[in-house]
């Protein structure tokens, strides 16, 4: 599936992916190909995304995430340090 994490300063990251973590508001939750479609808002937490070749975590201060025919889309609010 296609991940793409965006802030307002810029893109974070687009690839392909196999799982992707998101900290929802009410616990963390898992991707996976073939999703149903999802809207969700997220809290301050860890957004992992792993593939073959990569495996990348990093801490965002809330968002929000679109699941869509295998497209994830997260606007972060901003990366915390």
Known sequence: ???EIITPEK????GE???????????SFQILNDHAPLV????EG???YKSK?????IQITGGVVEVLKNKVILLADGLKD
């Open 53 to 57: 070749e990569l495996s990348e975590r």
């Open 40 to 43: 969700s808002l997220l809290k």
């Open 1 to 3: 599936m296609q991940l």
């Open 11 to 14: 893109k974070i990251f687009e």
């Open 46 to 48: 860890v957004v992992e």
């Open 17 to 27: 992916v196999a799982i992707a973590t998101f900290p929802g508001e009410d616990g």
